[in-house]
């Protein structure tokens, strides 16, 4: 059985694999080794220009969280009106490289939220246009 293709993603280029087995890429400096979140053009560790993609993975741990329960102001384009908002989890999920990469989650409860937690990166539906297809984003979900 082939993998589902990837989404239609708000932000392409930083999830690769498919839409069952997401992978965060960045890209890693080939002088020094720094890993970096989104990609980067040069190294800011040693000023380097030399720098190739790299998988991040899909496993991480939940170092801090909060809840957005407000709808945020521009460029946040979820596409649902103001009182159909409904809050959301946003994290920093540390991936083995140490690489600290900010997302949404997918609980928004407070009790069911934990730094050090094991996380799994999943994908989401982020904003629906009419006529369109879903436009998806990557997010993290507690691993258990």
């Avoid at 990469?101 to 539906?125: F, H, K, Y």
Wanted: aromatic share 8%; with cysteine; charged share 15%.
């Amino acid at each position: 059985m082939e993998p589902n293709p990837l989404p239609r993603l708000a932000c392409p280029g930083v999830v690769a694999g498919s839409a069952d087995r997401p992978v965060l890429v960045g890209s890693r400096c080939t002088c020094c080794g720094e890993i970096y979140f989104p990609a980067a053009q040069g190294c800011t560790r040693c000023c380097a220009s030399e720098m190739t993609a790299h998988e991040l993975g899909a496993e991480g741990r939940l170092w801090s969280w909060t809840i957005q329960g407000f709808q945020p102001k521009a460029p946040y384009a979820g596409g649902e009106a103001e009182h159909a908002f409904q809050p959301y989890g946003v994290g920093y999920v540390e991936m083995p490289s140490g690489v600290k990469v900010e997302s949404r989650l997918t609980v928004a409860d407070p009790e069911r939220l934990e730094i050090g937690m094991p996380m799994r990166l999943t994908l989401i539906a982020y904003r629906q246009v009419a006529g369109e297809a879903p436009v998806h984003t990557y997010a993290f979900a507690p691993a258990a």
